[in-house]
């Protein structure tokens, strides 16, 4: 979904961005649908303290309008000041901790417990469409961003199974496979994310995003992690992208983790530094990369169909 994006306008004191759908005004009823659905998610989270609990992910939503000229939609929402969490690590790599890093994927999985806990799924997890917000002045959250916005509005008809919307180094291997999509698949688009929170450097930015990297997905490969790593963060890492669907862990699972990890970076009184010893590491890592041309880190339409001609 291609998007035009208006930064700094207000509604009632509140800066929002106005986001304009291109090719939306035939927009159609499975795509209104899925806005819905997005929206539903959002309501589901719990209250805190008589509020809606925007920090647990999604960017709020302030309503839809339509431009008068080009009849094309326009989505309301909350102004995230940081851009995306790729923009934030680019930015400030080494001021930025592990505890940083944690209590951001513990707002992102807990996000997804509450998507999939819905009976929905993303379809389209990578760092552009996770959004810095703050709700504090020294608290920055992950906020997940377009839920199921990830095929073009106007489309009518189901993509063929070898066609997908996405960022192709986030694509899980059945889904380049042809296969169905499922909440295992957003599972392991957060893996490797993990591995680009470790280095802030894309995966795969130095070759192609074609064929021949989607079947070396399909034969195992992964991306590296930063060195000083801890050793539990890259085995569940590994974990979450297992070739086997069955295999990675759930949400619920990410959630609990991410959390527990986090909270041993808050409390001196636990003997276990393994990420606060890791902290150490960060000022020496080389961030530096010179992307391949045909590196794509902004979501596409994919076609798999030559993907096994390449072997």
């Known amino acids: 979904m291609d998007k035009r994006v208006s930064w700094g306008s207000m509604i009632k004191g509140r800066p929002v961005a106005l986001k304009s759908i291109n090719d939306s005004k035939e927009m159609s009823a499975e795509y209104i649908n899925e806005l819905k659905i997005h929206y539903r998610c959002i309501s589901a989270i719990p209250p805190l303290d008589g509020e809606v609990r925007y920090d647990h992910g999604f960017l709020r939503f302030f309503g839809i309008t339509q431009n008068p000229e080009t009849k094309d939609y326009i989505m309301i929402t909350e102004l995230a000041p940081y851009k995306d969490i790729r923009n934030l690590l680019r930015q400030n790599f080494t001021d930025l901790s592990w505890s940083d890093k ?56 189901p993509m063929s199974f070898k066609e997908f919307y996405g960022v192709l180094p986030y694509v899980a291997p059945e889904i380049i496979l042809g296969r169905k999509y499922t909440k295992a698949s957003d599972i392991y688009s957060i893996g490797i994310i993990m591995a680009e929170i470790s280095t802030s450097i894309p995966p795969f930015v130095n070759r192609a995003h074609d064929n021949k990297l989607a079947l ?96």
């Open 102 to 157: 944690l209590y951001w994927l513990r707002n992102i999985a807990g996000n997804l417990v509450t998507i999939h806990n819905a009976d929905y799924t993303h379809r389209n997890l990578h760092p552009g469409n996770i959004l810095m917000g703050q709700i504090k002045d020294d608290l920055t959250v992950a906020k997940l961003a377009h839920l199921g916005l990830s095929r073009p509005a106007k489309k009518l008809s």
């Open 216 to 311: 070396d997905i399909c034969n195992g490969l992964r991306p590296t992690f930063a060195e000083g790593t801890p050793k539990s963060y890259i085995e569940f890492s590994g974990q979450c992208t297992n070739s086997n669907p069955a295999e990675r862990p759930t949400a619920e699972k990410l959630l609990d983790m991410f959390d527990h990890w986090w909270k041993i970076t808050q409390d001196p009184e636990i003997l276990d530094d393994t990420f606060n010893a890791a902290d150490k590491m960060i000022p020496s890592i080389d961030t530096s990369f010179t992307p391949h041309p045909d590196a794509w880190y902004k979501s596409r339409l994919l076609n798999f169909e030559g993907v096994f001609d390449e072997s």
